[in-house]
């Protein structure tokens, strides 16, 4: 019903940059209540990265905040990860989620997840 496809990761030096994008897309008619970004290192759980909200509101883990910036495109229906300054233990598969309504209720989807390495 509803696709999040997920771009942008790759390789990049320690106090280098990346951007990723997440864009929302599907056979149903929807609206996006939050969309958030998620991160999960071998041997670690996943963990809350940064979020965004249909209100425009943001939150940030304490790990990233000052380095990485989360924003919206609403025409688009994309979400966009600004990751700054990064370090090796950043390195992680980054995953889009949406939590979307839909005139049958409410639905949520996981991105398949892109790739991110910081080299030291």
């Known amino acids: 019903q509803v696709q999040l496809v997920e771009s942008g990761g790759g390789l990049v030096q320690a106090g280098g940059s990346l951007r990723l994008s997440c864009a929302a897309s599907?056979?149903?008619?929807?609206?996006?209540?939050?969309m958030d970004w998620y991160r999960q290192a071998p041997g670690k759980q996943r963990e809350l990265v940064a979020g965004?909200?249909?209100?425009?509101?943001?939150n940030y883990a304490d790990s990233v905040k000052g380095r990485f910036t989360i924003s919206r495109d609403n025409a688009k229906n994309t979400v966009y990860l600004q990751m700054n300054s990064l370090k090796p233990e950043d390195t992680a598969v980054y995953y889009c989620?949406?939590?979307?309504?839909?005139?049958?209720?409410?639905?949520?989807?996981w991105g398949q997840g892109t790739q991110v390495t910081v080299s030291s």
């Open positions: 989620n949406a939590d979307l309504s839909w005139k049958m209720g409410h639905l949520i989807y």
């Open positions: 965004i909200r249909s209100s425009g509101s943001t």
């Open positions: 599907g056979s149903i008619i929807f609206s996006i209540n939050a």
